[in-house]
C-alpha cells in the first residue's frame, strides 16, 4: 500500500496529483487479479489559494472530476491570503462550487478541530466514485502577533522577534528551535509499528502474485524500472 506525494508550482500540483490518480487507475486495470492487486493507493495533496487560482487547476480538477477519480483526495488550505495581500484583490469565486460542478465530493472542517477534520477525511475515505476536495479554514502565520493574516507571512521570514512572540502566545518553549515534544515522537513511532505489520503483509501478498503471475510481474519490473525493448526504434519503425 502507498500514499503519493507530489509538489510543482501551485496549480501545476493538482495536475500532478490528478495524474497519479490516473495512473494508479490505470495500473489497477492493468495488473489487478483475483488474488490481488499491487496498485491499490490513493493519492492525497494539499493546495492554496494560488493553486486554484491558476489555470491549469482548473483543466486538472475538471478532467478528475469526469473521470471519476474516487482515489483523489485534495486538501484545501483556505487562508484567503496571497503574496500580493488578500484574495479578494483578484478571487472571489465559491471554490466549493466550482469543485462540485466539475463532480467532485466536498468536504469543509476548521483547520485547527482535529476532529472535524478526521470526520471529512472519512467521508472523502467513503466516496469512491468521484474526488474529494476537504476546505479547510485557516490562519496564515498562525499565533504570530503582528503578521498572522498578512501577506507578510506568506512571502517574508516571520523573524526571530516574531517568531518569539508567537511561540509565547502559543505556549510553545523557545527552546530548542526546532521542537518535537517526546509524546509526538511516541505517537508516529508507535504508528509506524502498526504500519510494519499491514507493510510486511503487503510485501508478502505482493511476493505470491509475483509468482503466480509471472508475465505480470516481468511487465511490472519493465514498467517500474522504465525499461524499453532495445529495439524499440525497429519495433515502431516495422509498423
Keep these: 500500500p502507498g500514499v503519493e506525494t507530489t509538489t510543482g508550482p501551485l496549480g501545476q500540483g493538482i495536475g500532478n496529483m490528478v495524474g497519479m490518480a490516473i495512473a ?3 495500473s489497477a486495470a492493468r495488473f489487478a487479479t483475483a488474488d490481488f492487486s499491487p496498485s491499490t493507493w490513493r493519492v492525497f495533496g ?3 489559494d494560488g493553486c486554484l487560482m491558476e489555470g491549469i487547476s482548473h483543466e486538472a480538477a475538471s478532467l478528475a472530476g469526469h473521470l471519476g477519480l ?8 483556505d487562508n484567503r491570503i496571497t503574496i500580493e495581500g488578500e484574495t479578494d484583490l483578484a478571487y472571489s469565486e465559491d471554490a466549493a462550487k466550482r469543485f462540485e460542478s466539475y463532480g467532485w465530493h466536498v468536504e469543509r472542517a476548521d483547520a485547527y478541530d482535529h476532529e472535524a477534520i478526521a470526520a471529512a477525511v472519512t467521508k472523502s475515505l467513503a466516496e469512491t466514485t468521484r474526488p474529494s476536495l476537504v476546505i479547510l479554514k485557516s490562519h496564515i502565520g498562525y499565533g504570530a ?8 507571512a506568506h512571502g517574508e521570514p516571520l523573524g526571530p522577534e516574531e517568531m518569539a512572540a508567537a511561540k509565547d502566545k502559543l505556549g510553545w518553549p523557545q527552546s530548542p528551535t526546532f521542537l518535537v515534544p517526546e509524546p509526538v515522537r511516541a505517537r508516529f513511532a508507535a504508528r509506524a509499528a ?18 503466480a503471475h509471472p508475465e505480470l510481474a516481468r511487465l511490472w519490473d519493465a514498467i517500474t524500472e522504465r525499461q524499453v525493448p532495445s529495439d524499440l526504434v525497429e519495433q ?4
Excluded at 70 to 77: C, E, P, R
Excluded at 145 to 152: A, G, L
Design 194 to 211: 502498526e504500519n510494519r505489520k499491514e507493510y510486511d503483509a503487503w510485501q508478502a501478498s505482493f511476493a505470491a502474485w509475483r509468482k
Design 24 to 26: 494508479q487507475r490505470l
Design 70 to 77: 474516487g482515489n483523489l483526495v485534495l486538501f484545501y488550505d
Design 46 to 48: 494539499i493546495a492554496g
Design 236 to 239: 515502431l519503425c516495422a509498423k
Design 145 to 152: 502577533p503582528h503578521k498572522q493574516d498578512t501577506r507578510h
